[in-house]
């Protein structure tokens, strides 16, 4: 089952503008991810924020992390024409017999216009 | 460094007949996943090698889907007999460890059942 979700479904903006998307989960996690995917292609992995982090910053990207609240947001500044893609936030949770499962959610999928 | 490989990249069959997947890891990954992407979703975990060992199929339909990992490092997935709801884009994942913090995810193979 999708542990995450992801809002918006769909977000269109100009280039230059900052993107933000939000991410809402049900249990506990170890650490939560963001991935990107463009279209037709895999997973890129972008950022990893641990559970006793609040924020984290990669270059033009900043991740929030409540877990009081279970959810995360990810802010992509000053966003380019290269950045449209769908993005899906992953939790990590240990699933027993000492393995650790990713679930992803349903995903962002985001629209730069040049 | 190469990364993860898949083939064939897609693949249309008629339903009630088979189809396998083939997958070459990142060189000394001993984690290796593959994943279910329905259009419009995020990707679903079928199974988890850990080396050559399962270590959780709990998503996987066993009785159409079954997965082996040769030696440790190349991985099979097939589907016998296929349904049209197979469709999907099957994902190949790799990670160095079991904690599956950050995984390199393959291109896929977009599987079309008619």
């Known amino acids: 089952s999708q542990q995450g979700e992801e809002d918006p479904q769909a977000l269109s903006i100009q280039e230059g503008e900052n993107a933000t998307m939000n991410c809402s989960y049900k249990?506990?996690?170890?650490?939560l991810q963001w991935y990107r995917q463009n279209s037709g292609r895999g997973l890129v992995h972008l950022i990893l924020i641990r559970s006793n982090e609040r924020e984290k910053h990669s270059g033009r990207l900043r991740v929030t992390l409540d877990t009081s609240k279970k959810s995360s947001s990810l802010l992509i500044t000053a966003s380019r024409a290269a950045d449209t893609a769908s993005y899906f936030c992953?939790?990590?949770?240990?699933?027993?017999?000492?393995?650790?499962?990713?679930?992803f959610g349903k995903g962002t999928k985001l629209s730069v216009i040049p | 460094e190469a990364g993860v490989a898949q083939s064939p990249r897609y693949k249309i069959i008629e339903k009630r007949q088979s189809v396998a997947f083939w997958c070459n890891p990142i060189s000394g990954h001993a984690t290796l996943y593959w994943y279910q992407q329905i259009l419009g979703q995020g990707p679903k975990l079928l199974i988890q090698f850990q080396n050559n060992g399962v270590v959780d199929d709990s998503q996987l339909p066993k009785d159409r889907f079954s997965a082996e990992r040769l030696k440790g490092v190349d991985s099979t997935l097939k589907i016998q007999p296929a349904k049209l709801e197979d469709s999907a884009v099957y994902l190949c994942?790799?990670?160095?460890?079991?904690?599956?913090?950050?995984?390199?995810f393959g291109p896929g193979t977009r599987l079309t059942v008619t």
């Open positions: 994942a790799s990670s160095p460890g079991l904690t599956a913090y950050e995984q390199y």
């Open positions: 249990t506990s996690i170890n650490n």
């Open positions: 992953a939790t990590i949770a240990y699933s027993g017999a000492g393995s650790y499962q990713l679930t």
